[in-house]
């Protein structure tokens, strides 16, 4: 069946980089795009980027132009998103979605 999972998140401070993956499995990986969201506490699900099948399109919610960058490992099965310069309001819990979703992983920003 179809697995995603997330990790690499963490608490990192203002200002600092995380690097998430998400490994696939169960499904023919190459094929899909591939997005991430995040849902911080109280608020609804939202898109932060996403990433064409072959690797070769990328976009992103204007919150992580410039600071986020996705990408992709179609031989690794696995779709990552590299975040820069992080913000208190980056603190999310983190899900990676293709024909499924992820458990998700905690990212939490602070000083």
């Known amino acids: 069946q179809v697995q995603l999972v997330e990790s690499g998140g963490g608490l990192v401070q203002p200002g600092g980089s995380l690097t998430l993956s998400c490994a696939a499995s169960?499904?023919?990986?190459?094929?899909?795009?591939m997005n991430w969201y995040r849902q911080a506490p109280g608020k609804e699900r939202e898109w932060v980027a996403g990433i064409s099948s072959e690797g070769g399109t990328t976009s992103y919610t204007n919150s992580a132009k410039g600071r986020f960058t996705v990408s992709r490992d179609n031989a690794k099965n696995t779709v990552y998103l590299q975040m820069n310069s992080l913000k208190p309001e980056d603190t999310a819990v983190y899900y990676c979605?293709?024909?499924?979703w992820g458990q998700g992983t905690q990212v939490t920003v602070s000083s």
């Open positions: 979605k293709g024909p499924g």
């Open positions: 169960g499904f023919a990986f190459s094929i899909y795009a």
